[in-house]
């Protein structure tokens, strides 16, 4: 055993090393040691506080695996209250002008007075905490409760592994307190329900799966028994002050907010990236359309951005209004999740024949739009969800992402079945044409058997057929569609072409020049390629990159109608479950008549020998095409350099062979030079085409 000195010196080195590991982990994301090397430190450290339990203090790594259950909160009066931000009423870009506009009256500025700089942050969907270090260590964290009195959940954030125990740097403040928000990242909130899940699969009682990584994160902050906490993925951002002992007695001396965020990160904590200066309303509007743009893609939830004049002196002068600063304000975004009741449950059948149970909602404003429908997936997650008609429900909305249930508002769901609608059951009949609808085995999607007999899957497999990526018909949208087949005129693909220009000018709004176009375009779509026709078919399973390659493949479309499913299996990227999609849609009589039907309409492509007889003289070779060629499309000059073999890819990069540039080549074109990608014009890429590259 060692001795006290010894041991104490081993375990502060220890200590030293595990934070700094943490933090370059949990904080900086930039790990220097295996997770079996910090594992024996830490193993180490937990021994050695086993030997001498003097050693253990509060501000030892170990201590953040949690602590013995709780009884209850403490109640703690904050130092400094925790105050509300006023919300800005415009969610508007143009509520930020209103925000420059009431500082710059509050300050007395005259119109040709400098501009007020302001410091930008995200406004995060979290749980605010006040968190109190003395001589450099956490003593206590506490909850914001109503501003003036929080709970103190010390033990729960002590296993949050972003909060240091223990501030870095030398000569920490006698106090501070920093602010900030513990929340929960969208990928760690999904784990940890999918778990959950798990659990409650197996028999567990008590477990529920959590609506959202707000109520998942304060949940867990909440929680009595710290061992509980520590198994929950949290993490945590720092933006605020509260008590600080000032500079004349040994506590930093900052001037600005930006200054403060920049204290706090030397101190470990982590502050978002997104945080910025600006100066002026026009600088605050462009941060928050930047913000809004990439709110979708961040991996965690904010409902908004928050201003704060940045100088420190000019929110003293501002001073507060109603318990409300002067000096900052939050702007939100639209709400992403709201509140609503589900009036019916309706089932959707899509192109493919997919059925999907949609949830008719009393109209609720949410992610800058009205909703009245929301998703329910499948009948495994309206069940599991126990979503029925008369519930209130969470609905959420993220930037173009489908409406969906998130679940039901606890109380609704906890009332009397005879109370509410009934379970909800998928129908074995599809709603709109009748056939059977079927739920293929390992499948969680019911879909009807109907194919092109159905009325909604006659629509929305015309309106695939005719898209820019399959024939191309431009001018045939969805209202037009809808309307030629709700009025009988189209009933399979193949009465497109029997469309005149007299029937099209006879449709309601459709002027006659605008009947002109759509008859030229179908016309032109007559002329086509195999893998557009191919894909154009909405065969199931059957997208753009499998099409071409059961093109260059098979060379001819009789040769794929007429492939065995061994045969389809030796097509490039080609397995057992397209074969058999394959297989089983060529197996119906109406779809072989459908596609002999559109032959004799005067639908033609170029049709060749089988790949194993067809060279392809660029296979291994990478373009990218940028710019407007003189003759070729872009897609033209796509399906030629696929034909022969090449991979075109969307950007340059060091993988990249040739750019092919035409006219206004942008920066492509100069990344291409300074990465020494050969660069060709249209004419130098028809001579590779047609001969070859030289070998060499």
């Known amino acids: 055993m060692a001795t006290s000195k010894e041991a104490a010196r081993e375990a502060a080195a220890l200590s030293e090393q595990l934070h700094r590991h943490a933090h370059l982990y949990y904080v900086l994301d930039a790990p220097e040691l295996p997770d079996a090397e910090y594992d024996k430190l830490f193993q180490r450290l937990q021994a050695l506080e086993a030997e001498h339990p003097e050693l253990r203090t509060p501000d030892s790594p170990t201590q953040r695996v949690g602590g013995k259950p709780l009884d209850g909160f403490t109640k703690i009066r904050h130092k400094v209250p925790m105050l509300s931000i006023r919300t800005e009423t415009d969610i508007t870009p143009a509520g930020a002008s209103a925000f420059d506009a009431r500082v710059r009256k509050e300050l007395g500025l005259a119109e040709d007075a400098p501009q007020v700089e302001y410091v930008c942050e995200l406004k995060f969907d979290g749980l605010a905490l006040n968190l109190r270090y003395e001589a450099g260590v956490l003593v206590q964290a506490a909850t914001r409760g109503d501003g003036e009195i929080g709970e103190e959940v010390t033990q729960n954030i002590r296993t949050v592994q972003q909060i240091p125990l223990r501030l870095r740097g030398e000569s920490p403040p006698p106090v501070v307190e920093v602010r900030g928000e513990v929340y929960m990242k969208r990928a760690d909130f999904d784990a940890l329900n999918e778990r959950q899940r798990e659990k409650i699969a197996a028999g567990q009682k008590n477990e529920k799966v959590f609506v959202n990584p707000r109520n998942a994160a304060a949940g867990a902050v909440r929680q009595l028994d710290p061992a509980i906490a520590a198994r929950r993925p949290l993490s945590f951002f720092a933006y605020g002050l509260g008590e600080v002992t000032p500079p004349e007695q040994g506590g930093p001396s900052c001037e600005t907010q930006f200054d403060w965020l920049q204290q706090f990160a030397a101190w470990g904590f982590p502050v978002a990236q997104q945080t910025a200066r600006a100066r002026g309303a026009i600088e605050l509007i462009a941060f928050h359309e930047t913000i809004g743009r990439q709110r979708d893609a961040l991996p965690y939830d904010i409902d908004g951005v928050v201003y704060k004049v940045d100088s420190l002196a000019l929110q003293r002068q501002l001073g507060f209004v109603s318990r409300e600063p002067r000096w ?137 057929f005719a898209a820019r990526r399959a024939l191309d018909i431009e001018g045939l949208g969805d209202k037009l569609v809808e309307q030629l087949v709700d009025a009988g005129l189209i009933r399979t693909l193949p009465d497109l072409y029997k469309l005149g220009f007299t029937t099209l000018a006879g449709l309601e709004r459709m002027a006659d020049k605008s009947a002109k176009n759509i008859v030229d375009a179908l016309e032109a779509s007559k002329t086509t390629t195999l893998p557009r026709f191919l894909f154009g078919l909405g065969i199931r399973h059957i997208g753009e990159s499998t099409a071409r390659d059961l093109a260059l493949h098979f060379g001819r479309l009789d040769g794929i109608m007429d492939a065995s499913e061994a045969e389809l299996l030796e097509v490039n990227d080609v397995g057992p479950v397209v074969a058999t999609s394959l297989r089983t849609f060529f197996d119906q009589p109406h779809n072989r008549e459908v596609v002999e039907h559109l032959r004799a309409c005067g639908l033609h492509w170029p049709e060749g020998e089988p790949a194993a007889r067809t060279p392809r003289p660029l296979v291994g070779k990478t373009f990218v095409i940028t710019g407007t060629l003189p003759t070729l499309s872009r897609e033209e000059a796509k399906d030629k350099l696929e034909t022969a073999g090449a991979k075109v890819a969307g950007s340059v990069s060091k993988k990249t062979d040739f750019l092919v540039a035409g006219e206004e080549a942008g920066s492509k074109l100069v990344k291409a030079r300074d990465l020494g990608v050969a660069v060709i014009d249209e004419a130098r890429l028809l001579e590779i085409l047609d001969k070859g590259l030289p070998e060499g």
């Open 328 to 464: 900052a304000v939050a702007h939100k975004y639209p709400a992403q999740e709201q509140l609503t009741e589900v009036l019916a449950i309706e089932v959707q059948v899509g192109r493919t024949g997919k059925l999907t149970p949609v949830a008719k909602l009393a109209p609720v404003f949410v992610g800058g739009v009205t909703v009245t429908n929301a998703t329910l997936h499948n009948e495994d997650e309206a069940r599991r969800k126990d979503v029925r008609v008369g519930d209130t429900v969470i609905v959420r909305r993220a930037g173009d992402v489908i409406p969906e249930v998130v679940g039901v508002l606890p109380e609704s769901a906890a009332r009397p079945d005879d109370k509410r609608g009934p379970v909800f059951t998928m129908p074995h009949q599809c709603p709109v044409c009748g056939s059977a609808a079927v739920r293929e085995e390992g499948e969680v999607d019911y879909r009807c058997t109907g194919g092109l007999f159905c009325g909604a899957q006659r629509k929305e497999a015309i309106l695939h």
